[in-house]
T-cell receptor
């Protein structure tokens, strides 16, 4: 398997523009997570899905952020309008549930977003 | 308040030496504790996962311990190598929540 795939790897955009980040989880995984990482705040969980349904979105910073998972093999994280403070590395991770044990997360390579 | 605190923030050691990283948490309920290694410019990679009943788990030169009574965990790295230079992140899972520590940045020098 190719692992978790994220695109684009780098995105530079101007303030006010819409940004869409994409993620393809590992086939067979039924959990998908979106994270944001900055030097100041470290790694933060934004939202996660189970079987395409959002379970916990309490980490989504504000209404400018939205995430969707239309099917088991694709998810998007959208920022509209983008602001300079959204500049960060955004990671997607996927996992599957092991009966009787904790799940193992596999992270993608991340998308480095720069908003000017 | 659910929190995970890691120490030290950063650490420099010489190649071949051992080191220990600390993680204290106040997460409740507790489900499991994970240690991740994150190389610069890459996503985190899991090193160990421990549940309430486990107090030691090893992965090669990495050994994690968990004391559920004192809510402390440590990650011990034996015979460090240059490739161990990375950030090490402690993550505690409880209920539907994942609480992340700020990480310890380790630099191994020749």
């Amino acid at each position: 398997d190719a692992g978790v795939i994220q695109s684009p790897r780098h995105e530079v955009t101007e303030m006010g523009q819409e940004v869409t980040l994409r993620c393809k989880p590992i086939s067979g995984h039924d959990y998908l997570f979106w994270y944001r990482q900055t030097m100041m705040r470290g790694l933060e969980l934004l939202i996660y899905f189970n079987n395409n349904v959002p379970i916990d979105d309490s980490g989504m910073p504000e209404d400018r952020f939205s995430a969707k998972m239309p099917n088991a093999s694709f998810s998007t994280l959208k920022i509209q309008p983008s602001e300079p403070r959204d500049s960060a590395v955004y990671f997607c991770a996927s996992s599957f549930w092991l009966a009787g044990g904790p799940y193992e997360q596999y992270f993608g390579p991340g998308t480095r977003l720069t908003v000017t | 308040k659910n929190q995970v605190e890691q120490s030290p923030q950063s650490l420099i050691i010489l190649e071949g030496k051992n080191c220990t990283l600390q993680c204290n948490y106040t997460v409740s309920p507790f489900s499991n504790l994970r240690w991740y290694k994150q190389d610069t410019g890459r996503g985190p990679v899991s090193l160990t996962i421990m549940t309430f009943s486990e107090n030691t788990k090893s992965n090669g030169r990495y050994t994690a311990t968990l004391d559920a009574d004192t809510k402390q965990s440590s990650l011990h790295i034996t015979a460090s190598q240059l490739s161990d230079s990375a950030s090490y992140i402690c993550v505690v899972s409880g209920g539907n929540k994942l609480i992340f520590g700020a990480g310890t940045r380790l630099a191994v020098h020749p």
